[in-house]
């Protein structure tokens, strides 16, 4: 759960404001009743802080409604599906696909896209079933060969979308 609401804190908000234009889709395959899909939209949040317990706490309170197949706003800005991440990247067909690996290509070499849907693993990295289907679509890239936090990955991409001015 750490890794997970640290994410969403990195993907929503600089210091003191949200990040109007950014979401952030988690997949969570834990039991029970996987797989199950959380959407966090940041233009629409509301009563959400940017700390970790609030976020856990929203997280566990819209993980309480049941999960459909169609995307449901649960709370404001927070939405709950039963997509798989496979199906989920199938209703995100058409966007750029991005997927963090320690080994991909620098990540200078990318020519990043406005509307990108950035791929991140959690500390056990991105299933190889998974990253094989999101490669399908998209490429595998790399801030270096350091292994970092995934919430710290997220940061450096915002770092460079904002310095590039590519959103
Ligand atoms: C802590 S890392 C997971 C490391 C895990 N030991 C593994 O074998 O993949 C969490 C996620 O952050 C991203 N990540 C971490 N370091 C990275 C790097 N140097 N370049 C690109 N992505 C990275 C990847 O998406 C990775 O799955």
Redesign the pocket.
Known sequence: MDIVCRSIISALWVSYTIRKDSEIYVVLNGSPDPPKTLLFRAAELKKVTNDERSIAIWIKKVLSSPATKELKQIKDGIYLSSDSFQSLLKKLKGRPVYV???T?TPIQQAKLEKDAVFV???????PEKEEKFALRSGSR??????????SS?ISVVHWILDSSGVV
């Open positions: 963090f690996h320690e991909g991140f693993g959690d500390h056990k990295g991105i890239v790399s801030i270096g060969s350091e292994s970092y936090l995934t990955v």
